[in-house]
């Protein structure tokens, strides 16, 4: 089976004649991006030869002049999941999305269902969850968004896949 590859950024225009580039990121880990570091892209592995973060500039070894780097304009950068776990350091309580998804829903013991997806709206995370199946024959929508926000969640365990909330039955009522 394929490792799953997450986008983590995206390559735009050229910035000055010596190969730099634009780097937009699609990442809350910045610091993964470092100099000798190597992503998968369409383009094959691209390994980093100079970064600049503040400035969101990056070059890559084979791409150290204008017209190589030009072809790397809208190229995307993926990482695989060891190597976000290698490379991304989380504080206690956070875990990545990858993690989260495939998690079930529970409000005391009762399971509201399992998320499918995350979105960020704004700063807040959104849990996408399909709604377990006897709720949604009880008449109750088949998904709904809760905020993973401290008012709903309670508890997330990534190594037994389940997320206590509070009050998210509440939320599933009103969607």
Known sequence: MPKEKFFIAQI???????????LHLHTDFPEQFKTGSTFQSSRGPL???????????????????????????NVKL??????TKAN????????????????????????????????RMADVDYLAIDTDEALVKAGMPKQFLLPYIDRYIIDADTDAKRIDVKDAKDVLEAS
């Open 88 to 119: 991304c350091e989380l504080d206690v309580g956070q875990h990545f999305w990858f993690e989260i998804i495939g998690c079930d829903v529970m409000e005391g013991d009762e399971k509201l269902g399992h998320v499918t997806d995350i979105q």
């Open 47 to 73: 390994t980093i030869s100079a970064v600049n973060a503040k400035r969101g500039i990056i070059r890559f070894t084979g791409y150290e002049n204008i017209d190589e780097a030009k072809k790397l304009t």
């Open 12 to 22: 735009g225009r050229t910035v000055g004649l010596h190969g730099d580039l634009k």
């Open 78 to 83: 993926y990482a695989d999941e060891s190597q």
